[in-house]
């Protein structure tokens, strides 16, 4: 059968506003320098922020585990799946989170997923900053749940929905990321806290890009400026600085069994992989005894932003103003066909950083996204911001000739 019309007219549609994406298969492991076809490249393009995916610790800790366990789980947690891996995990990730208990799955939006639905329901409220991820949308509609959002870092725009949406029997459930994964901004979690509290409001975070990176032992936002009360759920992930595959949930002792007995995504899915488990293990460790890897990521975070400064690049610095460093930098540039032309020429250049085009952010908002790992070198900044430079100096003279 062939297929129906839509599919073609949409695909069609996509390609005509630049917002057509097609995949690109890299042919070595996540590093600073990846293999796009043949050529080796330098990458700006991965959450692997602290070089985990690939180090010889977490890939023995995995082989082990295969040894050990084999590679499937062969059914869901409440089945056959859990193991004392995941136990140890979840012991681990417990004690690095300051909670009761945690619980794993096997990504961060399956996690998401499971913990809106478990905390939300029907006649229930659901505030949300309006840049959270698209896992957190999906959950509410999951939950079946009213969604009402708030201005990206608007504690005080929260706080009204907040109070608008007092009374009656439903739950009121503010969800926020900590670190906003397209511009790197991060949420105003005192402020959020506060107000949670004084409205008698569940709080749930996302510190997926905040794991591992921020705070004195890589907890996240919440530890980096002391929020230690007020939050029901905190949501990380073992696939960005962890360097691994799955996501988890710490919280109380009583919501996580909430989740276990009610969160259809964490019921009805296979477990993540044991041998996932154990290399989790490993790379949390690291975090742990090794907070050079956190300075120094950042560190080249603020030398990279001051760089792209100095050579008037637009770094969406002032609205709502960046207070905390992290390893995402946007260069902002509007349209998708600038963003897509931009992303090429560095391509030709020998480095691979993406356009990022709506929905994935807003439209006119086009942009790309700067990732760094703590395994970039100081070299490797100045390649890029001189090969931005030269690409958009060679970009003017054809902009013009478009303009007239």
């Given at each position: 059968?062939?297929?129906p019309?839509?599919i073609?007219?949409?695909?069609?549609d996509l390609?005509?506003?630049?917002?057509?994406r097609?995949?690109v298969?890299?042919?070595?492991?996540?590093?600073?320098?990846?293999?796009?076809?043949?050529?080796?490249v330098l990458?700006?393009a991965?959450?692997?922020?602290?070089?985990?995916?690939n180090?010889p610790?977490?890939?023995?800790?995995?082989?082990?585990g295969i040894?050990?366990?084999?590679w499937?789980?062969?059914?869901?947690?409440l089945?056959?799946?859990?193991t004392?891996?995941?136990a140890?995990?979840e012991?681990d990730?417990?004690a690095?989170?300051?909670?009761e208990a945690?619980?794993?799955?096997?990504?961060g939006?399956?996690?998401?997923?499971?913990?809106?639905?478990?905390?939300?329901?029907?006649g229930?409220?659901?505030?949300?900053?309006?840049?959270?991820?698209?896992?957190?949308?999906?959950?509410?509609?999951?939950?079946?749940a009213?969604?009402v959002r708030?201005?990206q870092?608007?504690?005080?725009a929260?706080?009204?929905?907040?109070?608008?949406?007092?009374g009656g029997?439903?739950?009121?459930?503010?969800?926020?990321d900590?670190?906003f994964?397209?511009?790197?901004?991060?949420?105003?979690l005192?402020?959020?806290?506060?107000?949670?509290?004084?409205?008698?409001a569940?709080?749930?975070?996302?510190e997926?890009h905040?794991?591992?990176?921020?705070?004195?032992?890589?907890a996240?936002?919440?530890e980096?400026?002391?929020?230690t009360?007020g939050i029901?759920a905190?949501?990380?992930?073992?696939?960005?600085?962890?360097?691994g595959i799955?996501?988890?949930?710490?919280?109380?002792r009583?919501?996580?069994?909430l989740?276990?007995n009610?969160a259809?995504p964490f019921i009805?899915?296979?477990?993540?992989?044991?041998?996932?488990?154990?290399?989790?293990?490993a790379a949390?460790?690291?975090?742990?005894t090794?907070?050079?890897?956190?300075r120094?990521?950042?560190?080249l975070?603020?030398?990279?932003?001051?760089?792209?400064?100095?050579?008037?690049?637009?770094?969406?610095?002032?609205?709502?103003?960046v207070?905390?460093?992290?390893?995402?930098i946007?260069?902002?540039?509007?349209?998708p066909?600038?963003?897509?032309?931009?992303?090429?020429?560095?391509?030709?250049?020998?480095?691979?950083?993406?356009?990022?085009?709506?929905?994935?952010?807003?439209?006119?908002?086009?942009?790309?996204?700067?990732?760094?790992?703590a395994?970039?070198?100081?070299?490797?900044?100045?390649r890029?911001v001189?090969?931005?430079?030269?690409a958009r100096?060679?970009?003017?003279p054809?902009?013009?000739?478009h303009s007239?």
């Amino acid at each position: 059968m062939a297929d129906p019309d839509f599919i073609r007219e949409t695909l069609d549609d996509l390609k005509a506003r630049g917002l057509h994406r097609r995949l690109v298969a890299l042919g070595s492991a996540a590093g600073p320098h990846v293999k796009v076809g043949r050529r080796s490249v330098l990458q700006f393009a991965s959450n692997n922020y602290l070089g985990l995916a690939n180090d010889p610790r977490v890939k023995q800790a995995a082989r082990a585990g295969i040894d050990r366990w084999g590679w499937g789980a062969g059914a869901s947690r409440l089945v056959s799946g859990h193991t004392e891996a995941h136990a140890a995990l979840e012991a681990d990730l417990a004690a690095f989170k300051h909670t009761e208990a945690a619980l794993v799955f096997p990504t961060g939006y399956m996690t998401n997923l499971a913990v809106v639905t478990a905390l939300a329901g029907l006649g229930d409220t659901v505030v949300m900053d309006r840049a959270n991820h698209a896992s957190l949308y999906d959950a509410v509609v999951l939950a079946g749940a009213t969604l009402v959002r708030y201005p990206q870092c608007d504690a005080e725009a929260a706080a009204r929905l907040l109070d608008k949406h007092r009374g009656g029997e439903g739950r009121r459930l503010l969800v926020t990321d900590t670190v906003f994964s397209m511009d790197g901004r991060t949420a105003p979690l005192p402020e959020l806290a506060d107000l949670c509290r004084r409205a008698g409001a569940m709080l749930a975070l996302d510190e997926a890009h905040a794991t591992g990176v921020l705070g004195p032992t890589g907890a996240g936002l919440a530890e980096e400026l002391a929020v230690t009360e007020g939050i029901t759920a905190s949501v990380g992930t073992l696939s960005k600085a962890l360097g691994g595959i799955g996501g988890f949930v710490a919280a109380s002792r009583q919501a996580c069994d909430l989740i276990v007995n009610r969160a259809r995504p964490f019921i009805y899915t296979t477990a993540l992989p044991a041998a996932a488990c154990e290399a989790a293990r490993a790379a949390l460790q690291i975090v742990r005894t090794e907070p050079e890897r956190r300075r120094r990521l950042l560190d080249l975070a603020n030398r990279l932003r001051t760089r792209l400064q100095e050579a008037g690049f637009d770094l969406a610095l002032e609205d709502p103003p960046v207070s905390t460093s992290t390893p995402i930098i946007p260069i902002i540039l509007g349209d998708p066909e600038t963003a897509l032309g931009l992303a090429a020429a560095l391509l030709g250049k020998g480095i691979f950083c993406p356009a990022i085009r709506p929905p994935t952010v807003p439209p006119g908002a086009s942009r790309l996204r700067v990732s760094l790992t703590a395994e970039h070198t100081e070299e490797d900044l100045e390649r890029l911001v001189a090969a931005l430079a030269t690409a958009r100096k060679e970009a003017a003279p054809q902009s013009q000739a478009h303009s007239d």
